[in-house]
């Protein structure tokens, strides 16, 4: 497994993901809501992050091809 894919596979267990969410509750960043940044449609969470968030779901489904074309070799 790429060091990438772990990567993001280890934050999402581990709630650790860089979400709005998060960053607003830790005082991280200088964000004045939890709200996607992307899409104002609603809490930045790990699964708005990974599968909700309609801004982000053409650039997940794009990486997603590119990993399963790789596994598949
Ligand atoms: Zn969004």
Known sequence: ???GSRNLWYRT?????PTAERLFRLGLQDLTSA???LCNDDIDTPAHLL???RHRH???????GQHYYRAAY
């Open 1 to 3: 497994m790429e060091h």
């Open 13 to 17: 267990i581990y709630n650790s993901l």
């Open 35 to 37: 709200t996607c940044r």
């Open 51 to 53: 599968v909700l968030c």
């Open 58 to 64: 053409s650039v997940w489904n794009l990486i997603w």
